[in-house]
Nanobody, 123 residues
Framework: QLQLMESGGGYVQPGGSLRLSCAPS????????IGWFRQAPGKEREKVSC????????RYADSVKGRFTISRDNAKNTVYLQMNSLKPEDTAIYYC????????????????WGQGTQVTVSS
């Protein structure tokens, strides 16, 4: 099964910013909606944001509204998650996943996943 690859995670202080990228291993993203998920130790994986195949439909979790921005550049075959005003509670492993269901799929219905990238927010 084909996979995605996340990059851009790191260690930042509260209030800092990171830009995550999501790229495929062997296929084009232009026909897929892309979701960003995160999972902290002891917690379930949660959907942070999702963007439709052409970028016209975007959703955010309430916890990140106004701070995170999802975008895509299909010409570069890449999806981004710009994270600003980061808080310690944003600390988690972040994953991207490809969906053929217009951002409507449940967690187990996403077709392709990345390995995740660690984001740590701490003083």
């Amino acid at each position: 099964q084909l996979q995605l690859m996340e990059s851009g995670g790191g260690y930042v202080q509260p209030g800092g910013s990171l830009r995550l990228s999501c790229a495929p291993s062997g296929f084009s993203l232009d026909t897929y909606s892309i979701g960003w998920f995160r999972q902290a130790p002891g917690k379930e994986r949660e959907k942070v944001s999702c963007i439709s195949s052409r970028g016209g439909y975007i959703r955010y979790a309430d916890s990140v509204k106004g701070r995170f921005t999802i975008s895509r550049d299909n010409a570069k075959n890449t999806v981004y998650l710009q994270m600003n005003s980061l808080k310690p509670e944003d600390t988690a492993i972040y994953y991207c996943a490809a969906d053929t269901r217009n951002c409507k799929g449940a967690l187990h219905e996403y077709d392709y996943w990345g390995q995740g990238t660690q984001v740590t927010v701490s003083s």
